[in-house]
């Protein structure tokens, strides 16, 4: 019997119940154990001020190390750079839509938003491209689960929020988007859209079990964005986006990288791209990472703080950890 670690939150246990799915197909038993996490429990603090994204890995983390449960289903962009060395990614199974999404009041378009609509997001990635574009947008911090976000749309709180495509494809609520954004204008979190399986360190068996689920493109692909975000030495939060894909070139696959680093209130944006050998996924992230730096990538994220910590002054109470 092969225990899964998971949250409760919806989004969570869709994304565990797929991967144990992906495992019972190949003829194993799972069970789902839920790992409550400091990132659930605690409602109304910014993600920020708890640590980032990372609060939501740590108790997962644990829970695997303590033996409690054998592997761990993390939402890849939630997982810090930094190498754990009690744990390994197993796998890294096929991605969904790397894009963010626009759910806006009426079914509007980015284009279609008046000037002073209020948009929502916790993210300053999101923050920040979303102002960068120049449309007079009030952007406001959020936080809460998938359902809570939207419902700030559906209550007229807000006249739209922006959100992971592929969160929303995994809960079967793509009928509320009005609008993916294109990469052009809105590039996602590196790691979006993809899943990470952990296991313990020393734990080979269950490694070589969960090793099928891996997908050699999604994999080059993530590492590469995944090692920009490193040698920016950008956290979770950072206003870093970045996608990578493998495309056809002359010679066989190449794999496309690009990315932007914004200052924190989008008055200042530097983007790049790079392709390269697919079979060295960490060296290009790394070089279009020193092209960026080259460029004063880290002045600019270092330069305008983001001012406004308190999304929760906004929205408060009722909303929740995703
Ligand atoms: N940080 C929260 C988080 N972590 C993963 C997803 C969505 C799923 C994914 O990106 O794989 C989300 C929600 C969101 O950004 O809308």
Redesign the pocket.
């Known amino acids: 019997m092969l225990r899964l670690g998971t949250r409760r939150s919806a ?1 969570a246990t869709t ?1 565990s119940s797929w991967v144990a799915d992906q495992l019972r197909a190949l003829g194993h038993e799972v069970e789902l154990v839920e790992v409550s996490t400091e990132g659930d429990r605690d409602q109304t603090t910014p ?1 920020a001020q708890l640590g980032g ?1 990372g609060v ?1 890995v740590s108790a997962l983390r644990a829970a695997l190390v303590d033996g409690r449960v054998d592997l761990a289903v993390h ?4 997982l810090p750079t930094t190498p754990d060395p009690d744990t390994v990614v197993a796998a890294i199974p096929v991605r ?1 839509d ?1 894009r ?1 999404a626009l759910v806006a009041r009426d079914g509007l378009t980015l284009g279609e938003l008046p000037a002073r609509s209020r948009v929502g997001t916790g ?1 300053p990635r999101r923050r920040a491209q979303l102002e960068a574009l120049g449309l007079g947008l009030v952007v406001t911090g959020l936080r809460g689960n ?1 359902d809570t ?1 939207m419902r700030q749309v559906t209550e007229g709180h807000l006249d739209a929020v ?3 495509a ?3 494809r ?1 809960l079967g609520r793509l009928d509320a988007v009005s609008e993916l954004l294109d990469p052009i204008q809105m590039l ?2 590196p ?5 990470a399986v952990e296991v313990r360190a020393d734990d080979a068996h269950t490694a070589s079990l969960v090793a099928v689920l891996d997908d050699h493109d999604t994999r080059a692909c993530t590492t590469a964005e995944r090692a920009l975000l490193a040698e920016l030495e950008a956290g ?1 939060s950072a206003p870093v986006g970045a996608l990578a894909e493998v495309v056809e070139g002359v010679d066989g696959p190449e794999l496309s990288l690009r990315a932007v680093v914004t200052s924190h209130d989008g008055t200042a944006d530097l983007r790049r791209s790079l392709v390269g050998d697919p079979a060295t996924p960490a060296d290009l992230g790394r070089r279009l990472a020193h092209l960026l730096l080259e460029d004063g990538a880290a002045q600019l994220m270092s330069d305008s703080p983001t001012t406004d910590h308190s999304p929760t002054t906004d929205h408060p109470a009722t909303e929740r950890a ?1």
């Not at 939402?75 to 939630?78: F, G």
């Not at 790691?191 to 899943?195: E, V, W, Y």
Request: hydrophobic share 45%; charged share 20%; with cysteine.
């Open positions: 989004l994304q993600l994204t939501f939402s890849l962009k939630d969904e790397p963010d993210s998938v976000r922006v959100l992971a592929a969160g929303l995994r996602p979190a790691g979006q859209g993809a899943l979770c995703l």
